[in-house]
Structure formats: structure tokens, C-alpha cells
């Protein structure tokens, strides 16, 4: 299983990002799918989640400006960020843990930058 992000990028204080993430191979449910973040010298921490019911889960500091969505038939998982603060400036992970093997499928990160 392989995970792959995109869509990171500079951006200005208030504005809008849109983070992607295809999904290559199998992971079976049930599974819980999303995206952490990890600023410099912070632990990694998660933003947004897709529970095994579908239920959508979100930290604290993002609910109300981010949105999570994943697309079965394009493998995708998508996290659209507005309203961006500079304190969400941070690599973003997208991740995939498959609750029937235990596994923890992780991108390779993308940098998300947010200028004041």
C-alpha cells in the first residue's frame, strides 16, 4: 500500500489550500483514513479523519475551516483547508490504518506553508 500526496503549497493568511491523496493498493475495511500534520519541533498530531462508519472527525484548532472527503471509486482523500492561519503551517501526512491488520499506511508528507 502506497500513499501519495499533493497539492501543498505557499499561501497567504486567509487564504485556501486544497490537499490530495491517492491511494494505491488494498486496504480493507474497516479503516479509518485522513490527514495529520507536523509542525517544527511539535509532535505529529491528527487534523482530520474518516472513521470506519463514515463519521468525520476533526482537531480542535481546524473544525469549522477544514473539510475531509475521499472519493472510493478515484481512491482519493481530499482535505480542503480555508481560512488558513499561520500556525497551520506544517508538513501534512496523509494516512490510512487498516483496523483489520493494525497496519498504518503513511504519504510522504507535503509542506503547507502560511504567511502572516
Known amino acids: 500500500v502506497q500513499l501519495q500526496a499533493s497539492g501543498g503549497g505557499l499561501v497567504q493568511a486567509g487564504g485556501s489550500l486544497r490537499l490530495s491523496c491517492t491511494v494505491f493498493g488494498n486496504i480493507f475495511s474497516p479503516n479509518i483514513m485522513g490527514w495529520y500534520r507536523q509542525a517544527p519541533g511539535e509532535q505529529r498530531e491528527p487534523v482530520a479523519r474518516?472513521?470506519?462508519?463514515?463519521?468525520?472527525d476533526y482537531g480542535d484548532s481546524v473544525k469549522g475551516r477544514f473539510t475531509t472527503s475521499r472519493d472510493n471509486n478515484k481512491r482519493t482523500i481530499d482535505l480542503q483547508m480555508d481560512s488558513l492561519k499561520p500556525e497551520d503551517t506544517a508538513v501534512y501526512y496523509c494516512?490510512?490504518?487498516?483496523?483489520?491488520?493494525?497496519?498504518?499506511?503513511w504519504g510522504q508528507g507535503t509542506l503547507v506553508t502560511v504567511s502572516s
Open positions: 474518516i472513521l470506519s462508519r463514515g463519521s468525520l
Open positions: 494516512a490510512a490504518h487498516d483496523l483489520s491488520t493494525l497496519n498504518m499506511y
